[in-house]
């Protein structure tokens, strides 16, 4: 269950810890507190403040990355964090509808949008205008790796049974786990094993960063790899996308089945077309300025949309 | 094979501290299982006058050794093994590990994995001895080949795996400067192909530090594999080290061994044995694996494990 947390903590904004962050090529960090236990693990911030918006705490109603979140009426919105802290509905081990669940990075967390304009709800609607299914349940996770949120899906299984429909939009492949801990930090001294146990953190690279990170391109294969032949293994019907291009490009040398690779150019382009005349606010960047408007998010739910209905048919 | 290109041990990644070994990962990329060339190779090839192999210093054991009393020659997917197959008539049993596993300076009647099956096979048919251990691995190459092996070869009904040392890791060959140059799909190539999977020394490098969240989720996913698929798993290691990093998880699929009882009784029976022990007993031909004595005591322990279904496997023909 979530628990009351310390922000100044948890995530590292600036980047004022005795490592020098920046300089290796690391955009973001957050602490990962079950990195080495079944427990999954929710995102505490910003969107913590849909339940909590009257937050009197200094250090949060002055986070510049949150502003947004702050000016923001939230009445809309369709849904608050769950107790674990996912944007979804209450997870649950009694499924006697379909189950589909969702997973991916801030883009299916839905930063900056409601829940109602986000991929993975527009696809649960579309789905469950014709089957029912046992509720909305997206495990995404703001700033995930590949490894986060394949793992966090095996964690789900582990804790709430197995899907019938599992449904992923993957981010780049610079996101990784580090021990971030003032005693690690010069590679010298001796490490103790529980700095380790509470020092992971999960951070996203700067695309210039040249800190090993193409080296994460074998872990992101082979955790989609494993978790495909689970799906197969136990029947799950398992859609995988990126809406990251380089991803998009490096699967394609593999030999994942289940990636529907959709091209950022003729994604654009749909983009373009299905948003001509429309005047909306958000529909290429969300309120948060830094994340995919609801077009986006349109075209990617009609795209897995079509996609499920043909497996269905086959 | 050009064992110069497969072994990369003279030009260690340039930010790598205490490394040891590093090989090429030629299936990094896909559903393939890529095995051990060298120098076990030898096994199918001990009369090889290929130059580069008769000089090698760390085959010299192995061009030295009688192999007539092995039974096994390497499989043609490299592994130590039966060939596999995706047909199984008798209990399908996996084993997989590093060396140890694989049995650098041992014959295979020597090692563990070997003795189990061996052991289980007195009671139960068997559909043959599946031995995917591969010298040099760490445990995120031991676990992805298992499931490659799956994905393959059918799900076994029983696995067993011994872990090495926590400081094992992929990593790319970054002392090549014409990596990065070229077009972008040449890069991408050149960077499919520098995968190598190193052993660093247990000297403190933050980057062998990271490895344990994988090796955490490795084993906690293949784990969760097998308790959805209803494979019974073994887990056990004969590094402390893994075996005190591993019992500050929630993973249910470890035996953890009281290494240092281990030793104790193997040099207390040597002492009482001299006369049922050979050389081999304590350390292994290479003069650096475990000898056969180790194999023996881990192999009882493992197989007693099997026996009670570790206290959580219910089988109906277990008394």
Redesign the interface.
Same mark, same amino acid.
């Given at each position: 269950m979530l628990e009351k947390i310390d922000l100044e903590q948890l995530v590292f904004v600036p980047f004022t810890v005795k490592q020098d962050l920046e300089s290796k090529g690391i955009a973001l960090s957050l602490k990962i507190n079950n990195a080495f236990n079944k427990k999954i693990e929710g995102w505490p911030l910003v969107q913590d403040a849909f339940n909590d918006l009257d937050s009197k705490s200094v250090f949060y109603n002055n986070l510049e990355s949150s502003k947004w979140c702050r000016d923001t009426s939230w009445d809309e919105d369709s849904f608050k964090v769950n107790s674990h802290g996912f944007r979804s509905e209450e997870f649950t081990n009694t499924h006697k509808q379909k189950h589909i669940l969702f997973s991916g990075c801030s883009v299916t967390y839905g930063l900056g949008l409601y829940a109602n304009e986000t991929w993975p709800y527009k696809l649960y609607e579309n789905i469950t205008k014709n089957e029912e299914a046992s509720g909305y349940f997206n495990i995404a996770k703001p700033g995930a790796s590949i490894m986060e949120i394949v793992s966090g899906i095996f964690k789900y299984m582990a804790a709430y049974g197995k899907p019938d429909t599992i449904f992923i939009n993957l981010p780049d492949a610079y996101r990784k786990y580090v021990v971030i801990d003032s005693e690690c930090s010069d590679n010298k001294k001796a490490i103790n094993v529980n700095k380790i146990i509470t020092g992971v953190h999960q951070v996203i690279y700067t695309r210039s960063s040249t800190e090993n990170k193409e080296e994460l391109f074998v872990y992101a294969y082979q955790y989609l790899m494993m978790l495909e032949e689970h799906c197969k293994s136990l029947g799950i019907d398992l859609y995988i996308f990126s809406y990251s291009q380089e991803l998009n490009d490096l699967l394609k040398s593999c030999d994942i089945d289940s990636v529907i690779f959709i091209e950022r150019k003729a994604m654009n382009h749909t983009v373009w077309n299905h948003t001509k005349g429309n005047s909306l606010n958000y529909k290429l960047t969300a309120r948060d300025a830094g994340h995919f408007g609801w077009a986006f998010h349109d075209v990617w739910s009609d795209i897995m949309f079509n996609e499920y209905k043909n497996r269905q048919e086959k | 094979m050009n064992r110069n290109e497969v072994m990369h041990d003279g030009n260690r990644p340039s930010?790598q %501290?205490g490394f040891i070994t590093n090989i090429n990962?030629a299936n990094?990329? %896909?559903?393939t299982l890529d095995g051990w060339p060298m120098p076990q190779d030898a096994l199918n090839e001990l009369d090889s006058t290929e130059e580069d192999y008769r000089k090698q210093e760390n085959t010299k054991w192995l061009r030295e050794s009688v192999w007539d009393e092995d039974p096994f020659h390497i499989n043609k997917d490299l592994f130590r093994s039966d060939e596999f197959s995706k047909n199984h008539d008798g209990k399908h049993i996996l084993f997989s590990g590093c060396s140890v596993t694989y049995g650098v300076g041992l014959y295979t009647t020597e090692i563990w994995p070997y003795k189990i099956y061996e052991m289980i096979k007195e009671k139960e048919k068997v559909s043959g001895y599946f031995n995917l251990g591969k010298p040099g691995t760490s445990v !995120?190459d031991i676990? %992805?080949n298992v +499931?490659?092996y &799956? #994905?393959l070869y059918s799900?076994p009904d029983v696995i067993f795996l011994d872990l090495p040392d926590l400081n094992r890791h992929? %990593? $790319?060959r970054d002392d090549r400067k014409d990596l990065v140059k070229g077009s972008?799909e040449e890069v *991408?190539q050149k960077? +499919?192909d520098g995968?190598f999977h190193g052993t660093y020394r247990g000297t403190? #490098? &933050?980057?062998n530090? *990271?490895t344990? &969240?994988?090796v955490?989720?490795?084993l +906690? !996913?293949?784990e969760?594999?097998c308790?959805? $698929?209803g494979i019974e798993l073994y887990v056990f290691s004969y590094v402390d080290g893994t075996n *005190?990093?591993l019992k500050?998880?929630?993973l249910d699929c470890m035996k953890y061994l009281n290494n240092n009882q281990i030793v104790e009784e193997i040099y207390d029976y040597a002492e009482k044995n001299k006369e049922n022990i050979d050389e081999f007993f304590l350390t292994a031909r290479d003069n650096q694996h475990h000898g056969w004595g180790y194999h023996d005591v881990w192999s009882k322990i493992m197989f007693e494990e099997y026996q009670s279904g570790g206290g959580r496997y219910a089988r109906k023909d277990r008394s």
């Open positions: - | 930010d %501290s990962v990094a990329f %896909s559903k !995120m676990v %992805s +499931f490659k &799956i #994905h799900k992929y %990593s $790319l972008i *991408e960077t +499919f995968f403190p #490098h &933050i980057r530090q *990271e344990r &969240i994988y955490y989720q490795y +906690f !996913m293949l969760q594999y308790k959805d $698929l *005190e990093f500050k998880t929630d």
